[in-house]
């Protein structure tokens, strides 16, 4: 998984899996998904990343046990 933010364009793109993307859809307005052939999700998009995270600057990561 890679997280990417984009300070020029305020964009934080999210990549789960490197893969193919044959169909995007923005979900809500400014919220994009990526889709490989067989439809399973492969990116999500956030526009206007800094009005909508509380910290972009910064990210967490768990793992459940």
Known sequence: MKITYDPSTDTLSVVLRDAV????????????????????LVAVEILDASKNI??????????AV
């Open 21 to 40: 993307v044959v169909e995007s859809d923005e979900d809500k307005p400014g919220i994009t998904l990526d889709y490989d052939g067989t439809g399973a």
């Open 54 to 63: 509380e910290d972009v600057s910064s990210v967490e990561f768990k793992v």
